[in-house]
């Protein structure tokens, strides 16, 4: 892809219908979903899939999500068990991610060759009518450079990939801030693929089952990237108080301009996540980040947070 002008489209049915055109048309539009911005492309076209992984920089094996309408879409690309009807129907639409055994309709580009797909049905409005109007799967990961900060408003999709993409539908801020859950199976067992935006609890309440968590080798899921969700500048975990140089990021500690959520909220601490830290890295000082709690959306968070800080390549 040569450098070209990335189209600023509003969220209003004009919008959403060009965005709609163009994905049609084999190019790929950045759109908001209620977790991060995705970077989409028709999921049934590999040379339009090619041209996300092209954009991004991103190493090829790493499958894509595939973003439908509804559960009836879903089920004619995937095989829906029982226990994925259940979640659907609970969770559906919203930031839950299926993988399930395929059925063939999208690109093998989109699942890099594995014999399963990841399907969602996103809540976001502006998506919901996007997808409606395009009337495809719409492959699309996170809207940013490979292993860089995961976009929650426009501006970010451009700080990365302005003049990379075709367009990029301005919906406004996320509003739940971190990317989906992403659930399989294994041998009939529910497993954790990566924790996200619906806290893995209320999952297992629907199941009446717990749920395994993955295990270091298996499937090529973002986990195996040691270093993800990368700011430029040092990050340090679990600081109870700052070095005198560093921002310090706080939780539950009271207003500060510098906290995640100053009523000590996961799911406002969620929302506020990758936008804080792109403005902490923007300042130009090493990142500390105060403890966060584990459980509910304080899992994703956490997890987000360990690969940020993870080694470089
Ligand atoms: O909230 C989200 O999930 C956002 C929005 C745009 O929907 N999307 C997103 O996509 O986070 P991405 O590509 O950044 O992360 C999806 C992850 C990939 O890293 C991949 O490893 C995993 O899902 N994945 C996709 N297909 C898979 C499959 N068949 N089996 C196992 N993991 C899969
Ligand atoms: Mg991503």
Known sequence: MGAHATLRLAADAGGIAEAARLLRDGRIVAFPTETVYGLGADATDGRSVAKVYAAKGRPSFNPLIAH?????MAGGLVEMTDAALRLAEAFWPGPLTLVLPRRGAV?????????????????????RALLSAVGR???????NPSGRISPTEAAHVLDGLDGRIDAVLDGGPCTVGVESTILGWKDGVPVLLRPGGLPVERIEEVLGQRVAHRSGEAI?????????YAPEAALR??????EPEETWLRFGDGASDWSLSPTGDLEEAAARLFGLLRRADAAGRPIAVAPIPTHGLGAAINDRLARAAAPRP
């Not at 014999?115 to 502006?126: E, I, N």
């Not at 090529?220 to 993800?228: I, M, R």
């Not at 975990?237 to 700052?242: E, M, S, T, V, Y």
């Open 220 to 228: 090529n899921a973002p986990g195996q990237l040691s270093s993800h």
């Open 68 to 72: 439908v309408a509804d559960a009836g």
């Open 237 to 242: 975990l679990n600081a109870d108080a700052p």
């Open 107 to 127: 690109s093998d580009l989109v699942t890099a060759g594995l014999d399963t797909l990841a399907v969602r049905v996103p809540a976001q409005p502006v998506a």
């Open 137 to 143: 799967p719409v492959a699309a990961p996170s809207a």
